[in-house]
C-alpha cells in the first residue's frame, strides 16, 4: 500500500515561513519527478515548483526568489519552503509524484490529500 502523506500547512502572517513536506509510504523501489501544486478557491489548480529525480528544479514565477522545493530520496520526502509569505499564497497545497515503481507494480499521477496554507494579510 502506497500514500503521499503530507504536513505542515497551516495559518501564518505575510512575510512568515512555513515548510510543507509530503512523505511517501510503502515499499516503494525508485520515485520520479515530484512536485507542489496549489488550488486557490475559484482558481484552476497550478504548478507552483517541481523537482527531478536528478534535482532539476522548476518554479512559478509567483514564487521564485521565495520558494524552494527539495527532496531526500532516503526520506521518499519532498518538501516547500515557502517564505516571504503574501496572502495570495493562500490555498491549498497538493503535491504529486508522476511516477513510483512500487513491490507490486507502477503507479502514475499519486497525489497526496492536500495541506491548507493560509496567510494573514
Known amino acids: 500500500q502506497v500514500q503521499l502523506v503530507e504536513s505542515g500547512g497551516g495559518l501564518v502572517q505575510a512575510g512568515g515561513s512555513l515548510r510543507l513536506s509530503c512523505a511517501a509510504s510503502?515499499?516503494?523501489?525508485?520515485?520520479?519527478?515530484m512536485a507542489w501544486f496549489r488550488q486557490a478557491p475559484g482558481n484552476q489548480r497550478e504548478l507552483v515548483a517541481s523537482i527531478s529525480s536528478g534535482g532539476d528544479t522548476n518554479y512559478a514565477d509567483s514564487v521564485k526568489g521565495r520558494f524552494t522545493i527539495s527532496r531526500d530520496n532516503a526520506k521518499k520526502t519532498v518538501y516547500l519552503q515557502m517564505n516571504s509569505l503574501k496572502p495570495e499564497d493562500t490555498a491549498v497545497y497538493y503535491c504529486n509524484v508522476d511516477r513510483m515503481t512500487t513491490q507490486t507494480g507502477p503507479l502514475f499521477g499519486s497525489w497526496g490529500q492536500g495541506t491548507q496554507v493560509t496567510v494573514s494579510s
Open positions: 510503502g515499499r516503494i523501489y525508485t520515485i520520479g519527478d
